[in-house]
């Protein structure tokens, strides 16, 4: 018995300490399971084989990235992905967090939650004051917000 449990400790050492010299999800990586995923879910509602098929490669791509050792060869590919996307990924960054916000104000009986759409700095404002200016301590832009 102990002898297993030494090996599950070296085992999970080993793990632990693989994982840290590799690649993991990147914005790349997050791009690529999406991409995976959209053909995986395609393939299961019309049961096309080459979705099916698109859907295998990204995913064990993403999977190949994410295990991957070579990191500064990764790292090379998630910058020139940014290069292009950076733009895209920030507005679907900011959308994500409007909506983490927006649930953040429903769940919260005292502050109102926003996003600066500049500098996407987290605003909280206290509730029921009507219409109400704000300026965002980072950027410094004043918006009129309705809490
Ligand atoms: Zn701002």
Redesign the pocket.
């Known amino acids: 018995m102990n002898l297993i449990k030494k090996y599950i400790t070296m085992f999970r050492a080993d793990m632990k300490e693989a994982m840290t010299r590799r690649c993991g999800l990147d914005e790349l990586n997050n791009f690529i399971m999406l991409i995976g995923f959209i053909f995986v879910l395609i393939a299961l509602f019309t049961s096309n084989w080459i979705c099916t098929l698109f859907g295998a490669i990204f995913i064990v791509l993403c999977y190949v990235r994410v295990f991957s050792k070579k990191l500064e060869k990764r790292q090379k590919e998630n910058s020139i992905y940014m290069r292009y996307m950076g733009g895209v990924v920030a507005f679907f960054d900011y959308y994500k967090l409007c909506i983490k916000m927006r649930f953040r104000t429903m769940q919260d009986t005292e502050y109102y939650y926003f996003v600066?759409n500049?500098?996407h700095?987290i605003i909280r404002l206290p509730k029921g004051k009507n219409k109400i200016s704000v300026r965002?301590p980072?950027?410094s832009?004043t918006f009129v917000k309705r809490t």
């Open positions: 600066c500049t500098c700095q965002c980072k950027c832009q």
